[in-house]
């Protein structure tokens, strides 16, 4: 089991920047990429991006490409979220996810994910 740490959420205004950052610990070789994902109160948690520990490849929502980079440092082992020009509908908790999938094209569904963090709270005002 991969234990994960999310951290770096808070208040920001709209087009304001934050990282996320999400810490893992425990059995780490067994995962192959690392998400994150975004969840508002009533709502299903839903994909924002992720990427390949081995590749680097990242694959993102639409919604958010062009304004946040997902990131790994694998000395670390440690995963980033940069979130540039953030809107307030980016407001949510986020979640940082590890998956033992060893091919997926994109990473995107919850179900390709084994292990999770707490969460951390964005918000962005208006």
């Known amino acids: 089991q991969v234990q994960l740490v999310e951290s770096g959420g808070g208040l920001v205004q709209a087009g304001g920047s934050l990282r996320l950052s999400c810490a893992a610990s425990g059995r780490t070789v067994s995962s192959y990429a690392m998400g994150w994902f975004h969840q508002v109160p009533g709502k299903e948690r839903e994909f924002v991006a992720s990427i390949s520990w081995s590749s680097g490849s990242t694959y993102y929502r639409e919604f958010v490409k062009g304004r946040f980079t997902i990131s790994r440092d694998s000395a670390k082992n440690t995963v980033y979220l940069q979130m540039n020009s953030q809107k307030p509908e980016d407001t949510a908790v986020y979640y940082c996810?590890?998956?033992?999938?060893?091919?997926?094209?994109?990473?995107?569904?919850?179900?390709?994910?084994?292990?999770w963090g707490r969460g951390t709270q964005v918000t962005v005002s208006s």
């Open positions: 996810a590890a998956s033992r999938v060893y091919y997926s094209r994109s990473y995107s569904r919850l179900d390709e994910y084994d292990d």
